[in-house]
Nanobody, 120 residues
Framework: VQLVASGGGLVQAGDSLSLSCAASGRTYAMAWFLRPPVKEREFVAFLAGSSGVTPSANSMKGRFAISRDNAKNTVYLQMNSLKPEDTAIYYC?????????????????WGQGTQVTVSS
């Protein structure tokens, strides 16, 4: 399975971006992680079957939303009211099995990452 992420770019604070990640095959769980500059990778959100975790970190709550189109094997991350601190490389990931989907180790496949840069 290959994951192709797209939708990143350079935007101004307050703008919106919609990231998408298309999988070449069926997967069970799909998620987004981010890696800010000089920081560790962080979990954003996942969807798996009928369950999921929406962006719940205080910094994202109410601004980011994850969704999925199972027919297209695609997961989306809608990001609104972007802030400079949202600047990061955003990665999508997919898992075939079950586990703690907030942990990166559970994922079998990773996208190439898409850069999001928010200027003030």
């Amino acid at each position: 399975v290959q994951l192709v992420a797209s939708g990143g770019g350079l935007v101004q604070a307050g703008d919106s971006l919609s990231l998408s990640c298309a999988a070449s095959g069926r997967t069970y769980a799909m998620a987004w992680f981010l890696r800010p500059p000089v920081k560790e990778r962080e979990f954003v959100a996942f969807l798996a079957g009928s369950s999921g975790v929406t962006p719940s970190a205080n910094s994202m709550k109410g601004r980011f939303a994850i969704s999925r189109d199972n027919a297209k094997n695609t997961v989306y991350l809608q990001m609104n009211s972007l802030k400079p601190e949202d600047t990061a490389i955003y990665y999508c990931a997919a898992a075939l099995g079950y586990g703690n989907y907030q942990q990166p180790q559970i994922y079998d496949y990773w996208g190439q990452g898409t850069q999001v840069t928010v200027s003030s």
